[in-house]
T-cell receptor, first 112, second 111 residues
Framework: SQTIHQWPATLVQPVGSPLSLECTVEGTSNPNLYWYRQAAGRGLQLLFYSVGIGQISSEVPQNLSASRPQDRQFILSSKKLLLSDSGFYLC???????????FGSGTRLTVV | EDQVTQSPEALRLQEGESSSLNCSYTVSGLRGLFWYRQDPGKGPEFLFTLYSAGEEKEKERLKATLTKKESFLHITAPKPEDSATYLCAVPFQGGSEKLVFGKGTKLTVNP
C-alpha cells in the first residue's frame, strides 16, 4: 500500500534562518507531488507541484522554493524565513489522472 | 478565476441532530468535486469524489450530493467523533491536476 511521510511534525525557527521540509512517498512510482500551506483562517494554498523529477511548478511568488531530486521525494526550502512563512505545511501525492490526493501528516512551522 | 465557497464557516450540532454543509463552485466544465475531512493538527483525509450532477456517495453517517453549482455534505445523526473540519475542492481549470480548496466548515458535535 502507498504511504506518505512528512517531517518534522513541528518546527520553530528564527526569522532569517533556512528551512528544509522533506516529504517521501512509498509504494508507488511517478506520483504527482504537491506542497500546500494552510494558514489560520485561510484555506489550503497550493505552493508548488511536480509531475516528475526536476519538474517544479510554482503557484505563488514567495520566499520558498521546492525541489524533487528523486521520483518519490519532494523538498520545500527557504534560504531566509520570514514571519509570514509561519503556517501548517502539507505535502500530498496523487496518481496521474486521479485527483484523489493523499496528504501527509503536516508540519507546523512557527517563525519567531 | 476558480472559486470554491463553503458555508457555514462553523456549525455546532447536538449528537443526533442532522444537518448539511454546503460547497458552491464557479468553475466551468467541472472535472470532479472532492470532499475531505481534516482533524486538528493533521492532514486532510479523502472522503468522496463526485463527477456529475445527481451523483451521490455515502459513507457511514455522511452522504455527499452534487448539483451543477454546488455540493452538499449531509450528516445524519452525527456523533462527537464526526467533529472535524470538512473541506471541499475542485480541480483548477486548464487541464492540470491541481485542486483548489474551500476554507472549510468546522463541525462540532456535542454529546
Amino acid at each position: 500500500s502507498q504511504t506518505i511521510h512528512q517531517w518534522p511534525a513541528t518546527l520553530v525557527q528564527p526569522v532569517g534562518s533556512p528551512l528544509s521540509l522533506e516529504c517521501t512517498v512509498e509504494g508507488t512510482s511517478n506520483p504527482n507531488l504537491y506542497w500546500y500551506r494552510q494558514a489560520a483562517g485561510r484555506g489550503l494554498q497550493l505552493l508548488f507541484y511536480s509531475v516528475g523529477i526536476g519538474q517544479i511548478s510554482s503557484e505563488v511568488p514567495q520566499n520558498l522554493s521546492a525541489s524533487r531530486p528523486q521520483d518519490r521525494q519532494f523538498i520545500l526550502s527557504s534560504k531566509k524565513l520570514l514571519l509570514s512563512d509561519s503556517g501548517f505545511y502539507l505535502c500530498a501525492w496523487s496518481k496521474g489522472g486521479d485527483y484523489g490526493y493523499t496528504f501527509g501528516s503536516g508540519t507546523r512551522l512557527t517563525v519567531v | 478565476e476558480d472559486q470554491v465557497t463553503q458555508s457555514p464557516e462553523a456549525l455546532r450540532l447536538q449528537e443526533g441532530e442532522s444537518s448539511s454543509l454546503n460547497c458552491s463552485y464557479t468553475v466551468s466544465g467541472l472535472r470532479g468535486l472532492f470532499w475531505y475531512r481534516q482533524d486538528p493538527g493533521k492532514g486532510p483525509e479523502f472522503l468522496f469524489t463526485l463527477y456529475s450532477a445527481g451523483e451521490e456517495k455515502e459513507k457511514e453517517r455522511l452522504k455527499a450530493t452534487l448539483t451543477k453549482k454546488e455540493s452538499f455534505l449531509h450528516i445524519t445523526a452525527p456523533k462527537p467523533e464526526d467533529s472535524a473540519t470538512y473541506l471541499c475542492a475542485v480541480p483548477f481549470q486548464g487541464g492540470s491536476e491541481k485542486l483548489v480548496f474551500g476554507k472549510g466548515t468546522k463541525l462540532t458535535v456535542n454529546p
